[in-house]
Structure formats: structure tokens, C-alpha cells
């Protein structure tokens, strides 16, 4: 499970950035969900669109997902755990991803 906790300047700011060590292949979407906050787990509370660099591509360079809360979601707190998903196309249900992280801001 990808869970990623907010720091204490991505809550100042009200954006959490997160960097992977490369593209993906394919491109989704990534969504946010508050982990600690039982009535919150089934709806995202953020979204970051990520553009893939293709099958077979050689293309390295870091990539950064940008979160904002949506509209009328309370801010990030700092401390806060946030667990990153994707959503199933054929199900319409959100999976677990896993992502290379080099650091989050």
C-alpha cells in the first residue's frame, strides 16, 4: 500500500508534491485518500494526472505528482497520512499502487 505522509511545508502550502525516480509507462490518474478517517477511505480527497513515456521508452527523467485538496475538502494537516490509489477502468474500483518515490515536499 502507498501511503505518504504530509509535511509540514506541503500543509503551509496547501500542495503536496511528490517526486518519482521516473515516468511511468502508462498514464493514470492518481488519487488521494485520507487514511485515518474512516468515513473518508472510499472518496478522494485529491487528484494528480500523470503522463506516461510509453512501452519500451528509455526516457528517465523525475516526475513530480501535485496534490491540492479538492473543493470543499478540509487542507492537509501536517502529519497527515495520505494512501495513493488508482482507479479500475472495467470496475470503477480504486487499487493500490505502488510508485518509486525519491521524496516528498
Request: glycine letters at 8%.
Amino acid at each position: 500500500m502507498m501511503k505518504v505522509t504530509v509535511s509540514p511545508h506541503a500543509a503551509q502550502e496547501g500542495t503536496l508534491r511528490i517526486w518519482l525516480r521516473r515516468i511511468p509507462v502508462s498514464s493514470q490518474i492518481i488519487y488521494a485518500f485520507r487514511s485515518g478517517h474512516p468515513h473518508n477511505r472510499n472518496e478522494p480527497v485529491s487528484q494528480a494526472f500523470i503522463y506516461g513515456r510509453g512501452e519500451g521508452s528509455s526516457a528517465s527523467e523525475h516526475v513530480m505528482l501535485l496534490f491540492r485538496p479538492g473543493e470543499n475538502i478540509q487542507p492537509f494537516q501536517v502529519g497527515e497520512e495520505l494512501t495513493l490509489k488508482v482507479r479500475d477502468e472495467k470496475t470503477g474500483h480504486y487499487q493500490e499502487i505502488e510508485l518509486d518515490v525519491t521524496h516528498i515536499e
